[in-house]
């Protein structure tokens, strides 16, 4: 490894460090999964397992800045689209990525299908991180 290649690890880790990711999915597994996926990234991780709870969440970090948020679009109570309407609201400039196991139409949400490769997943995060 070269001093530009270390150097460019080392200024993406650094970066990565200082992100948010919420993660929400009422499958326990998928969620699991969803966050082991992403923890070598060593991004700041939380979970939940439906959309008030993260809302909830939200509400109260108002002022800790949240990076991305990755929801399901079927959750119990609201819906993974409702939660992130209400995300844009807190934290405007902040992506959000719906995981969907059915064609989700008519949104200006990025959209990963069901299924797909670990790979792609935390590739889509990256893009949406800016990295």
Known sequence: MNL???????TKVGILMDKTIIIV???DAVRDVLVRCLEPLDCSIESFHNGQEALTYLERKESQNVDLLIADS?????SGEKLIEEFRKIHPAAP??????????GTDIPVIQKPFSLAEFRKRVEILLGE
């Open 25 to 27: 999915d009422d499958d």
């Open 4 to 10: 530009s290649s270390l150097e460019n690890a080392r």
């Open 96 to 105: 959000a990525l719906i995981v969907s196991g059915e064609d989700v139409t």
């Open 74 to 78: 079927r959750l119990p109570g609201i």
